[in-house]
């Protein structure tokens, strides 16, 4: 199991920029987990909106912050960011980090999960 905790959230305007961290802790080894950040907006159900390899080289993302989010990694500092720039009403959401463990694959429910973030977007 791993202990993900989200922080760096906040208000922010339309257009703005904010980076979210997630720090993880617990027996599995950072670098070996593919991780990724969802989000839940209001009266919406939780969607993906980035994935990360073990190393960081390769990212995934929604086609909604694609351009405008980027996913990162410090796996010396077992922690992952999220950098939101350009930001919209419509990322208003509560994000949470989560980890797929050693792999993914489509339709792979995250094994753990982050307590999450608000972020709010004032137009």
């Known amino acids: 199991q791993v202990q993900l905790e989200e922080s760096g959230g906040g208000l922010v305007q339309a257009g703005g920029s904010l980076t979210l961290s997630c720090a993880a802790s617990?027996?599995?080894?950072?670098?070996?987990?593919?991780m990724a950040w969802f989000r839940q907006g209001p009266g919406k159900e939780r969607e993906f909106v980035a994935r990360?390899?073990?190393?960081?080289?390769?990212?995934t993302y929604a086609d909604s912050v694609k351009g405008r989010f980027t996913a990162y990694r410090d796996n010396a500092k077992n922690t992952m960011y999220l950098q939101m720039n350009n930001l919209k009403s419509e990322d208003t959401a509560v994000y949470y980090c989560?980890?797929?463990?050693?792999?993914?694959?489509?339709?792979?429910?995250?094994?753990?999960w982050g307590q999450g973030t608000q972020v709010t977007v004032s137009s």
């Open positions: 617990g027996r599995r080894t950072f670098s070996d987990q593919i």
């Open positions: 990360i390899s073990w190393s960081g080289g390769r990212s």
């Open positions: 989560a980890n797929y463990g050693g792999g993914w694959y489509a339709g792979k429910a995250p094994e753990d």
